[in-house]
């Protein structure tokens, strides 16, 4: 069966959890559930009737909601809006007028404010099973929410393809003008779970990144990777980068191709020791790689033991800060207007 849900519990504000399972004909798997829009599990078929799941995560919905996970909160597999990254002293003008939000990163704000879409209960707006399973779910988040102007509705659409595809699609419109920078917040370790990610290949289709402060800001000069730490054009051990710099959290701008569904190869990693490689394409214009060092120790799937750089991130995503940024690509978005993104994470063994 390509597509099954599973009720999995009422939530106190009177709306009900569910998981639904994603199949396709090769037998790859993706599990996603409408809080917080998380991908609970991504996998392909292994050798000896096992299965390789590559996203970090929990065996059981609920154990996503739990206070234990909560009071050390990673962000593992779900939706982040309504901006992504950090917003520099949480708070920035829309026609002159200064408008704060939410600071829950220092004086900063840090991926939506307290309560991001990320814990948000969304709405199934509808799911099938042709031309591949899809399932789309929709979240109204209320004017003033986090500090953020406007009535503005996000819908996300995840669709499994035969090519081993998983992709997730973003639409959202406002009724104030407002900010908007969505991304999806997955760890991979392309080993079941298993071990840390340092000797895992890394390339980044990008000759550019941005400079942050001391406090992991984006300040708005862009620095040439070449002869730096963080050049990634070609694939290297992150585990010999990371001999230098104690991690990576940095944003990278794409060298964005000609693709005419406008979506660029952002980036590709690889592991040996399962022989699978990942590739990451997008719309939008920045990559932002993460090493997870800051993954508490924690119990996952299969009681496997996760830590610091258990997984890795590629959010895609507009420039972070860009709001606060006059020359980067602009995050507002405006009545009348659609704001528009597309992700794929393609598995090839």
């Known amino acids: 069966m390509p597509l099954h849900k599973t009720f999995c519990f009422p939530a106190a504000s009177g709306k009900d959890v569910y998981l639904f399972t994603l199949r396709n004909v090769a037998g790859t798997e993706a599990r996603i559930t409408n809080y917080g829009g998380i991908i609970t599990s991504f996998s ?7 299965r390789n799941d590559i996203v970090l995560g929990f065996d059981k919905v609920e154990d996503y909601h739990s206070p234990a996970y909560l009071a050390q909160y990673p962000y593992f597999g779900c939706v982040v809006g309504r901006t992504a990254n950090r917003i520099r002293n949480a708070s920035f003008e829309i026609d002159g007028k200064p408008n704060p939000v939410t600071a829950n990163f220092g004086k900063h704000q840090l991926h939506g404010g307290n309560e991001g879409f990320d814990k ?4 199934i707006t509808g799911f099938g099973e042709f031309p591949s399973p899809w399932v789309e779910m929709k979240y109204h988040s209320p004017d003033g929410e986090e500090g953020y102007p406007g009535n503005l509705d996000v819908w996300i659409r995840f669709e499994l393809t035969d090519d081993n595809e998983l992709s997730y699609s973003f639409t959202a419109r406002t009724d104030k003008t407002t900010a908007v920078n969505l991304t999806h917040h997955g760890y991979f370790n392309l080993n079941n779970g298993q071990g840390d990610i340092k000797d895992y290949e890394l390339k980044i289709y990008s000759s550019q990144v941005l400079d942050q402060d001391e406090e992991l800001c ?3 000069t862009v620095t040439p990777v070449k002869d730096t730490v963080f050049d990634f054009r070609s694939f290297t051990r992150i585990g010999e980068r990371l001999e230098t ?10 060298d964005k191709n000609n693709d005419p569904a406008g979506l660029a190869l952002m980036a590709e990693a690889r592991c040996a020791a399962s022989g699978l490689l990942l590739q990451v394409y997008a719309t939008d214009p920045v990559v932002h790689f993460y090493t997870g060092k800051w993954i508490p120790e924690m119990i996952g799937k299969n009681d496997t033991c996760y830590g610091a750089f258990s997984g890795f991130c ?3 995503q507009i420039h972070p800060n860009a709001i606060n940024i006059p020359h980067f690509p602009t995050m507002l978005l405006k009545p009348g207007e659609e704001y528009k993104s597309k992700t794929v994470y393609k598995v090839i063994s």
């Not at 948000?120 to 709405?123: H, S």
Request: proline letters at 7%.
């Open 44 to 50: 392909v078929p292994a050798s000896q009737d096992t």
């Open 120 to 123: 948000k209960i969304w709405d």
């Open 218 to 220: 984006t300040t708005g």
């Open 245 to 254: 710099v104690p991690e990576f959290d940095k944003s990278y701008v794409v």
């Open 314 to 316: 590629l959010e895609t």
